[in-house]
């Protein structure tokens, strides 16, 4: 009976945290997705300034075009230093400058597009856009390694998965604890009553009993009562026709005796 109810309030109990648990998830998603946005309307801001950045062609072969950072460009890269890099490459993707990790496909329109690339153990958010820059037409591409999205998806553990499996644990503990304290005095009544003899009909003491087993307990003691006197009526009901049946069974073995004693004389 126990291990049931316990299972109720564990499905009870559980079903609103998991519930929870994934609002809190959604919620967490849509506010590292806003943050995603924003990050990314960023990266769109700082392209044309990076192709601004590319002044003249190179002056002599094999040399990279004259570039010099814009200082939106330059901030960016010197507040994300570790986590940020640019490169600038030819409509062929031959790397002119820059990092060469930063690479993607090369778009086929002027539309600015985005990709993912993997670098050092990092996932990191690339705007790549084609277009004219002082050298020509190249393709200018920024990355950034502190995207929301994949905060979002590293914290999502530590945040959000495991301190409700920690709550969901602790409240199974509870809720088998509880359960188990607060159904102990009905058990322990259960427990008394199955040892007791079946001739034993004496009342349980209801002073000894719990405050919250006493109902019972007195509904136990009434039921004891009423079989009790059933069975003593029972008692008396057959002592009384024994005793009516024994009187003329003497005195019919008095009649008896008394024939035989005249019959020897």
């Not at 102990?184 to 919250?212: F, G, H, N, T």
Request: hydrophobic share 50%.
């Amino acid at each position: 009976m126990t291990s049931d109810l316990r299972n109720r309030l564990l499905l009870l109990l559980v079903l609103p945290l998991c519930l929870l648990a994934m609002a809190g998830v959604w919620l967490d998603y849509r506010s590292a997705d806003d943050a995603a946005n924003r990050h990314d309307q960023r990266l769109l801001r700082l392209l044309p300034a990076l192709s601004d950045s590319v002044l003249a062609p190179a002056i002599r072969d094999n040399e990279p075009p004259l570039l010099l950072l814009a200082p939106p460009v330059e901030d960016f890269l010197r507040q994300n230093a570790g986590f940020s890099g640019y490169s600038v490459r030819d409509p062929s993707g031959k790397l002119l400058l820059g990092d060469d990790w930063v690479h993607s496909a090369v778009p086929t329109t002027q539309a600015p597009e985005f990709h993912s690339v993997e670098f050092g153990g990092v996932t990191y958010r690339v705007a790549v856009q084609r277009g004219r820059t002082g050298a020509g037409e190249l393709v200018v591409a920024l990355a950034d390694g502190s995207d929301p999205r994949q905060q979002w998806a590293q914290q999502l553990l530590l945040r959000v998965l495991l301190p409700n499996l920690v709550l969901v644990a602790a409240a199974a503990l509870a809720i088998h604890w509880a359960v188990g304290r607060a159904f102990k005095p009905l058990v322990d009544l259960a427990e008394a009553v199955e040892d007791r003899s079946p001739r034993d009909l004496s009342p349980i003491d209801e002073a000894a009993s719990p405050a919250e087993v006493r109902p019972l307990v007195h509904s136990l003691n009434r039921l004891f009562a009423l079989v009790n006197a059933q069975a003593e009526g029972q008692r008396r009901f057959v002592a009384d026709a024994a005793h009516q049946l024994r009187t003329p069974l003497a005195g019919l073995q008095a009649q008896v005796e008394a024939w035989a004693m005249m019959a020897k004389a």
